[in-house]
């Protein structure tokens, strides 16, 4: 594929199909990897959630856990803002303090013994927890990521985002594909 | 059909990206940015709403909400197995709703919604691994207990999927599909030493070592021996006349277990051999009473390569080889003539095959599965002689092709609103023409906390070798038998209000025919051959509730209600080995700071039939265990009581067996101590 296109920009093609193709306007993402999928969401939550005391916190951290997909790439997000404040990835051992983090992911290859442990360790901290395991919202977590119609949407459910003294936009809500305990 | 997302759910980083399509893309992001446009960014920079419509270009691996399913999945997991302690698969199978155990001292055979046969080899039930069938290919038998090729501690899930399974899995799946997802390397990260000991001599060391290493090979190595001395006397009024009706050390049961499992990206390697021995104290099959040299031996083994990968956009392909071995052997004196013969009866069995399973997500509204299963039944034999003098008896043997092709599919006509519908064709060489059994599912969610499903499925199970030739007791043989059918109607609705609540209910209707029973009239001109003569008509409900709480804490509560009449020659009415009611009750609770954690479970099982048409009452069992699951300076431990209230409750007779009922353990306890390092 990407000899492809190597061929393709040689030849001076690709030129012409911009020309052709290019109306000026921006091209809309239409396809990505799940993995910045996930990322562009957690970064979406981190603008559209309430935290208590947000002044007293210097930058916005997404936890990761370790042995997940995301903590391959810490740098995803540098440069980026969110509540006025610098955005960093943190990745987590297992069952480490959770308390720095603003959002904690966790991944679905964790296992479920792991998922629940570090919600037990959340409970009732101001953290918002999101992973993409299937069974998450039974588990006790507050938002989980599904693929449906091989694009990737989201769940909530309230009740933990209260318990957490957490508060999430109207407009994320509204978009969830389904919510819980309003 | 369940994905786990463990199971399969490692999700790639590469997609292949083939196409104009893609070209097209990547040539006008590079458009905007001729230095090769940064999509992550991009898609950074969109707005929630804009979110939810970005495709996804790696393929999914499909993994459904459990809500979605088309079945009442019931979902065990490492957790509740902590929790409750349960020692071999029957344990767990016990607690699950609609699921119900029975031992004749010689293996654990489950019954569903209302339907078991004593005598039966655990047939109807398709026991998986990851995802792999295990039920032997002589018997058709799908292991529980100790002679099950797991040990509890590798288990990370247990599924449930009651009804009929055929449209996806084929044979075997008429009541129900068992699937047990394993732990990798990374879940022990580490080495784990393991001794248990309990009533009646019971012993059991283990060694377990996993780990994920930099490279991303993930490595898991287990093995175990497990010994228990069992009861050393065992009271059976029918055989009084036989040393007073004692059997005196009869019930001795040994196992030994080997499993590994590697990991590394995409690619599955399973190995597992398992060997248990079991002492029969029960004098089945005609054998001389309290004759020590009784027993059985049943030897597994498997390996099974699996490997995962994404072949365009939307599109993942799973292919698999596997090969398994199944031995048995059982040893019986008889007296014949007044003279003490020993007999010998053995299976062997050899099997290799493979799979390829596609699945899809490239059309819109729908995700479709579709495969093909390929199994060589390389051997298949029986073999029983009298040792001495020796008498050849039975030497059956074959070999032959199963293949099944499936397709499913999964169409979203609304947000809220599913169609599942899918059919599997099989051709097996025990039967004549091929079997079609479709599955059809209407999940449709009226407020978002309400999953309702309609469910129709249909199940067959073709004869097996043991059906079909000369059996161990020189019976007929039956070469016309066919194949059994179920066809199964349900109707679940699923609250999940939020806050860890789960309620359930069902609605059920299984209808049974031509089910292979042993004809065991002296009279009758087929007397000793499995004909299809049975019929059963099962319906009932089921009722659960759930609450999970956050701090671990899980109350749970479920119960069965089921009617089931068995129409054979003979019998009209109640069928035997069919409890009306089954009501389960589990409760866990944390103490110290998740340091500990005790579970209790009641589990009552009502009153059945024998085989004799005799009542076995009503009984219930309550087990405790008491667990400190937080590593203390590495050590970890727990102390289970199995049958606190020392209940002497009555399981069935199988039909090989004089006794009508067998008395069963009362109060046992058992401790586990393990080693991190």
């Given at each position: 594929m990407r000899r492809l296109y190597r061929s393709l920009n040689r030849t001076g093609l690709v030129a012409l199909i911009c020309l052709l193709s290019h109306v000026g306007a921006a091209v809309a993402v239409s396809a990505s990897s799940i993995e910045e999928l996930t990322l562009a969401y957690l970064y979406n939550f981190l603008k559209f959630t309430e935290w208590p005391a947000v002044d007293s916190i210097n930058e916005m951290t997404i936890c990761v856990s370790k042995a997940g997909r995301l903590a391959a790439n810490p740098d995803a997000l540098a440069g980026r803002l969110a509540q006025n404040k610098k955005v960093v990835i943190k990745s987590l051992d297992t069952l480490k303090d959770p308390r720095t983090c603003q959002i904690l992911f966790l991944d679905q290859t964790e296992n479920s013994l792991n998922i629940s442990q570090w919600l037990k360790q959340t409970e009732k901290l101001p953290i918002l927890t999101v992973s993409d395991k299937p069974d998450f919202l039974d588990m006790g977590g507050m938002i989980m990521l599904i693929e449906a119609d091989n694009r990737l949407q989201f769940e909530v459910d309230l009740t933990g985002v209260r318990n957490a003294g957490l508060n999430l936009n109207s407009q994320v809500l509204k978009i969830a594909r389904d919510v819980r305990g309003k | 059909?369940?994905?786990?997302?463990?199971?399969?759910?490692?999700?790639?980083?590469?997609?292949?990206?083939?196409?104009?399509?893609?070209?097209?893309?990547?040539?006008?992001?590079?458009?905007?940015?001729?230095?090769?446009?940064?999509?992550?960014?991009?898609?950074?920079?969109?707005?929630?709403?804009?979110?939810?419509?970005?495709?996804?270009?790696?393929?999914?691996?499909?993994?459904?909400?459990?809500?979605?399913?088309?079945?009442?999945?019931?979902?065990?997991?490492?957790?509740?197995?902590?929790?409750?302690?349960?020692?071999?698969?029957?344990?767990?199978?016990?607690?699950?709703?609609?699921?119900?155990?029975?031992?004749?001292?010689?293996?654990?055979?489950?019954?569903?919604?209302?339907?078991?046969?004593?005598?039966?080899?655990?047939?109807?039930?398709?026991?998986?691994?990851?995802?792999?069938?295990?039920?032997?290919?002589?018997?058709?038998?799908?292991?529980?207990?100790?002679?099950?090729?797991?040990?509890?501690?590798?288990?990370?899930?247990?599924?449930?999927?009651?009804?009929?399974?055929?449209?996806?899995?084929?044979?075997?799946?008429?009541?129900?599909?068992?699937?047990?997802?394993?732990?990798?390397?990374?879940?022990?990260?580490?080495?784990?030493?393991?001794?248990?000991?309990?009533?009646?001599?019971?012993?059991?060391?283990?060694?377990?070592?996993?780990?994920?290493?930099?490279?991303?090979?993930?490595?898991?190595?287990?093995?175990?021996?497990?010994?228990?001395?069992?009861?050393?006397?065992?009271?059976?009024?029918?055989?009084?006349?036989?040393?007073?009706?004692?059997?005196?050390?009869?019930?001795?049961?040994?196992?030994?277990?080997?499993?590994?499992?590697?990991?590394?990206?995409?690619?599955?390697?399973?190995?597992?051999?398992?060997?248990?021995?079991?002492?029969?104290?029960?004098?089945?099959?005609?054998?001389?009473?309290?004759?020590?040299?009784?027993?059985?031996?049943?030897?597994?083994?498997?390996?099974?390569?699996?490997?995962?990968?994404?072949?365009?956009?939307?599109?993942?392909?799973?292919?698999?080889?596997?090969?398994?071995?199944?031995?048995?052997?059982?040893?019986?004196?008889?007296?014949?003539?007044?003279?003490?013969?020993?007999?010998?009866?053995?299976?062997?069995?050899?099997?290799?095959?493979?799979?390829?399973?596609?699945?899809?997500?490239?059309?819109?509204?729908?995700?479709?599965i579709s495969g093909v299963e390929l199994q060589y039944d390389d051997l298949q034999q029986l073999l029983n002689y009298n040792i001495k003098p020796y008498q050849l008896l039975n030497n059956s043997y074959q070999s032959g092709t199963r293949i099944g092709v499936y397709l499913q599919d999964e169409y979203r006509l609304a947000d809220n609103l599913l169609l599942n519908a899918g059919a599997r064709l099989d051709q097996n060489h025990m039967i004549n023409g091929l079997q079609l059994n479709p599955r059809v599912g209407l999940i449709w969610d009226p407020i978002s906390t309400l999953t309702t499903k309609l469910l129709y499925g249909s199940a067959f199970r073709a004869p097996n070798l043991y059906e079909r030739s000369t059996n161990s007791l020189g019976f007929a043989a039956n070469a016309n038998n066919k194949q059994e059918l179920i066809t199964s109607y349900e109707a679940v609705a699923e609250f999940r209000p939020g806050d860890g609540i789960k309620l359930l209910g069902t609605l059920f209707y299984n209808d049974m025919e031509k089910v292979l029973l042993q004809d065991l009239t002296p009279t009758s001109a087929t007397y000793g051959a499995f004909i299809n003569a049975g019929k059963y008509y099962a319906h009932g409900f089921e009722l659960g509730s759930e609450k999970k709480w956050h701090n671990d804490r899980l109350l749970k509560l479920t119960w069965t209600h089921t009617i089931t009449q068995q129409v054979a020659p003979g019998i009209n009415g109640w069928a035997q080995g069919s409890p009306n009611n089954l009501v389960k009750a589990h409760y866990a609770e944390p103490f110290l700071d998740n340091r500990f954690q005790l579970g209790f479970e009641e589990l009552f099982i009502d009153q059945q039939l024998t085989l004799a048409n005799q009542i076995a009452p009503a009984y219930h069992l309550m087990n405790i265990n008491f667990a400190l699951t937080k590593p203390w300076h590495g050590f970890q431990g727990a102390l289970g009581i199995y049958n606190v209230l020392d209940q002497h409750y009555l399981a069935l007779g199988s039909a090989q067996q004089v006794q009508d009922t067998l008395a069963m353990d009362g109060r046992t306890a058992r401790l586990r101590v393990e080693y991190n390092f």
């Open positions: - | 059909m369940i994905q786990s997302a463990d199971f399969g759910g490692r999700s790639t980083k590469t997609a292949f990206r083939h196409g104009r399509q893609t070209v097209l893309f990547s040539i006008s992001l590079a458009c905007l940015n001729p230095a090769a446009a940064d999509n992550a960014d991009q898609v950074l920079d969109l707005p929630l709403a804009e979110l939810v419509n970005v495709e996804i270009t790696s393929a999914s691996r499909f993994k459904q909400k459990i809500s979605e399913a088309p079945s009442a999945v019931e979902v065990l997991t490492a957790k509740d197995i902590t929790s409750f302690n349960w020692r071999t698969l029957a344990d767990a199978l016990n607690a699950i709703r609609g699921l119900y155990i029975r031992n004749d001292r010689d293996y654990s055979y489950a019954g569903a919604r209302g339907f078991m046969r004593p005598g039966d080899y655990n047939s109807r039930l398709l026991i998986m691994v990851d995802g792999r069938r295990m039920n032997d290919a002589a018997y058709d038998s799908g292991f529980i207990g100790e002679e099950f090729m797991l040990d509890m501690n590798l288990i990370e899930r247990i599924e449930y999927l009651p009804g009929s399974g055929s449209s996806v899995y084929g044979g075997n799946a008429l009541l129900g599909v068992v699937n047990v997802i394993t732990k990798q390397g990374k879940d022990f990260n580490g080495g784990k030493l393991t001794a248990e000991g309990g009533s009646m001599d019971t012993f059991r060391v283990r060694g377990t070592y996993g780990k994920k290493f930099d490279n991303d090979v993930d490595i898991l190595l287990n093995a175990s021996q497990y010994a228990s001395n069992g009861n050393s006397q065992l009271y059976f009024p029918q055989f009084s006349a036989t040393h007073n009706g004692f059997a005196q050390n009869m019930d001795h049961e040994q196992s030994s277990r080997v499993f590994t499992q590697l990991n590394y990206h995409n690619l599955a390697f399973h190995g597992g051999f398992v060997d248990r021995f079991k002492q029969d104290p029960t004098a089945s099959f005609g054998a001389i009473f309290n004759d020590s040299y009784n027993y059985v031996d049943d030897r597994s083994a498997y390996m099974d390569l699996d490997y995962h990968t994404d072949v365009a956009k939307g599109l993942a392909l799973e292919t698999r080889g596997f090969h398994h071995w199944y031995n048995y052997y059982g040893v019986t004196p008889q007296a014949i003539d007044a003279s003490r013969v020993v007999n010998y009866d053995a299976a062997n069995a050899r099997w290799w095959g493979g799979e390829l399973k596609l699945t899809g997500t490239q059309f819109k509204s729908h995700q479709w």
